[in-house]
């Protein structure tokens, strides 16, 4: 069965005050048209999670110009002003964590776990308001699972049933979410029929792919 779908499917799939995870380190590795289709639902009051809030005119940072996110969650925010800029002025909540932490929780919220234990942090402000436990004669901070509604991956090769296969550092956050949300959305460089990827290279099965959309050329 194909899961490559329209445009037009996903019209009705992003509400207001979901959770959504999106792929990507700066822009790379996220998929731009599903962007584009989350800025034409008008989804607002959203809460994102990914590595970075991208650029103002790329990415994670479409969503924060165009006024419909209202908290992310991310390791650094740094190369958009737009984010800063909210942020200062109380209109945008940022939730800082550091880049391995991050993925980590997310790791944790798909593989089930209630949470992991890190050092990262602690003695700083990040341990504000969170459990520490001490293994061993050592401090470690328990940073609780993050999942989400909704995870956008961009795939480089995906077969119509949602193996995929990513390119270089596309790579980054992608699997990750696809496994940490209740719906998978993936964006497909080149989509190819069922069977054909070589089993070794799938790096996200496609057991988890609700749909997907083909990049146009």
């Keep these: 069965m194909s899961k490559v779908v329209s445009l037009e499917t996903l019209k009705n799939l992003f ?3 979901m959770t959504i995870m999106i792929g990507g380190f700066l822009g790379c590795g996220t998929g731009e ?6 800025i034409e639902s008008g989804a607002k009051n959203l809460t994102i999670i990914g590595n970075d809030t991208s650029f103002v005119d790329k990415g994670i940072g479409r969503l924060i110009v165009n006024n419909q996110v209202k908290k992310v969650i991310a390791s650094h925010i740094g190369t ?3 984010t800063g800029r909210l942020m200062n002025e109380g209109k945008l909540e940022v939730e800082l ?4 932490t991050l993925i980590e929780r997310v790791r944790a919220g798909g593989f ?3 949470g992991i234990l890190t050092p990262t942090g602690v003695g700083t402000l990040v341990e504000e308001n969170k459990e520490k436990i001490t293994v061993n004669d050592k401090e470690y901070l328990l940073e609780l699972p993050l999942r989400a509604d909704i995870a956008l991956v961009k795939g ?3 077969d119509t049933f949602g193996n995929t296969v990513y390119k270089g550092t596309t790579k980054n956050f992608n699997p990750m979410i696809a ?3 209740d ?5 497909a460089e080149e989509v190819v029929e069922a069977g054909s990827l070589d089993k070794e290279m799938i790096m996200t099965p496609g057991v988890v792919v609700d749909y997907i959309i083909k990049e146009a050329k």
């Design 15 to 17: 509400k207001d005050d």
């Design 33 to 38: 048209i599903l962007i584009d289709s989350l």
């Design 80 to 82: 958009n002003a737009e």
């Design 97 to 100: 964590s550091p880049q391995g």
């Design 112 to 114: 089930g776990l209630g």
């Design 156 to 158: 480089s090769l995906v």
């Design 179 to 181: 496994m940490a949300s």
């Design 183 to 187: 719906l998978v959305i993936v964006e």
